[in-house]
C-alpha cells in the first residue's frame, strides 16, 4: 500500500490509522519512517488513541524517532495509564531516546511502582549500557531489580552489577560505585536462583579475568548439577 507524505483529513492514511483495524494501520504508521517529524506526530499521536495495543505499541516506538515536546508528555501519559504491559514497555524505551538523564527520575519511579517483567525488563535494556547513566543510578536500577520476584529482572540486575566493575568503553566509573557492585555480586553467590548465581560469577570473573575460588566454591549445590 502506497501512502503519500501529504495526506488530507480524510486521506487513505489518515483513515486508515483511524480504523483501528492492525492490518491497515500498521503499514500506515510504519510509512511514516519516511515523513518529517512534524507530519509524523499528530498522527502517531492519533494512533495512540485506538483500541489495539499493537497499534499503540508502533506509536510509541514511533515517538521514540519523531521526537517532540507532544510526544513526550503522550508517552509519560502512556507509561503510567496504559493498562497494556506491552506498550507501556514501548513507551519507556522511547522515554530513553529523548535523554536518560531527563528520562531517569521518571523511568526510576516507573521502574519501582509497576512490577510487570515486560516494562522492568524494556527499562534496563534501554539504560543498562547508555554512557550518559552514572553509576549510582545504576547501582540504584541494579538493587531494585534485585529485589523484585521476577527471575528474569533479577538477573539481568545481576548484569547490570557486572557491567560496574568494567565499564564498557565511553561509560562512566566510579571505584566506590564499583567496590559496592562488587560486595552485592559477592552475596548473590548464595541467591536461591541459580541463573542469579550464575550471573553474579559471570559479573565478577569478567571483572578480573578469573573466578574467585572461593566464590565458586561458595556457589556449589546452588547451581544445578549439569549431569
Not at 527520575?105 to 517483567?117: C, G, I, K, V
Request: charged share 20%.
Amino acid at each position: 500500500m502506497d501512502f503519500s507524505p501529504e495526506p488530507s483529513p480524510d486521506s487513505e492514511l489518515l483513515l486508515a490509522i483511524r480504523s483501528g483495524d492492525p492490518s491497515r494501520a500498521m503499514p500506515a504508521l510504519a510509512s511514516l519512517r519516511q515523513w518529517p517529524a512534524a507530519e509524523a506526530i499528530p498522527l502517531l499521536l492519533i494512533g495512540l488513541q485506538q483500541t489495539a495495543f499493537s497499534i499503540r505499541s508502533l506509536c510509541c516506538a514511533g515517538l521514540g524517532f519523531k521526537r517532540s515536546e507532544a510526544g513526550r508528555q503522550a508517552l509519560i501519559k502512556v507509561l503510567g495509564d496504559d493498562p497494556d504491559a506491552n506498550v507501556r514497555a514501548e513507551a519507556a524505551n522511547a522515554l530513553a531516546y529523548y535523554g536518560v538523564v531527563d528520562a531517569w527520575p521518571l523511568l526510576r519511579q516507573t521502574f519501582a511502582r509497576d512490577d510487570h517483567w515486560l516494562v522492568r525488563s524494556s527499562i534496563l535494556a534501554a539504560l543498562a549500557e547508555d554512557p550518559a547513566m552514572q553509576p549510582a543510578w545504576l547501582l540504584d536500577l541494579a538493587e531494585l531489580a534485585l529485589g523484585g520476584n521476577d527471575g528474569t529482572v533479577r538477573v539481568a540486575g545481576a548484569e547490570v552489577l557486572g557491567r560496574l566493575l568494567g565499564p564498557s568503553p565511553g561509560q562512566q566509573s566510579d571505584p566506590v560505585v564499583g567496590d559496592l557492585a562488587r560486595e552485592r555480586l559477592r552475596l548473590l553467590i548464595k541467591d536461591p536462583d541459580h541463573l542469579v548465581v550464575v550471573a553474579a560469577l559471570n559479573g565478577l570473573h569478567g571483572q578480573r579475568g578469573g573466578s574467585d575460588p572461593g566464590e565458586v566454591d561458595e556457589s556449589k549445590g546452588l547451581a544445578p548439577n549439569p549431569d
